[in-house]
């Protein structure tokens, strides 16, 4: 059996996550979903990786918005849904005004995640 390409209307979805082992995780959910993954561990990593990629979504990982958190999200033309341990509500406001279009919490479940990705994605097609 040879194995056939994904179907080109697959969801590209960029992950940054630092924890190989929720990378993992997070990724098969995702794919299990219908998206195509791409794990990066930093967000300059992601940087490089959406310059030279057609992603229709980001998911990134920071507990706290960095300078490099914040100048990736700024920069990123396309949507960034954040996952976060902060329950600091200035924490989440600081992700959106930087443009995240979902800041979630974790631990979170895999559905939320997914939920999150599908709002992105159909508001980022409105762009």
């Not at 396309?78 to 996952?83: A, E, F, G, K, M």
Request: charged share 20%; hydrophobic share 45%.
């Amino acid at each position: 059996m040879t194995p056939q390409a994904p179907p080109p209307n697959l969801t590209r979805i960029l992950l940054i996550e630092p924890d190989s082992s929720l990378a993992a995780a997070l990724t098969l959910f995702l794919e299990a979903a219908g998206h195509q993954v791409d794990v990066v561990d930093t967000t300059s990593r992601g940087g490089e990786q959406r310059a030279t990629a057609g992603y229709d979504a980001i998911v990134l990982d920071a507990d706290e918005l960095s300078e490099p958190a914040a100048a990736f999200m700024a920069a990123s033309p396309i949507p960034v849904v954040v996952c976060t341990r902060s329950t600091e509500p200035a924490v989440h406001e600081q992700f959106w005004s930087f443009g995240a279009r979902t800041v979630l919490l974790k631990p979170f479940p895999m559905e939320e995640l997914g939920s999150a990705i599908f709002v992105a994605l159909m508001v980022g097609s409105d762009r």
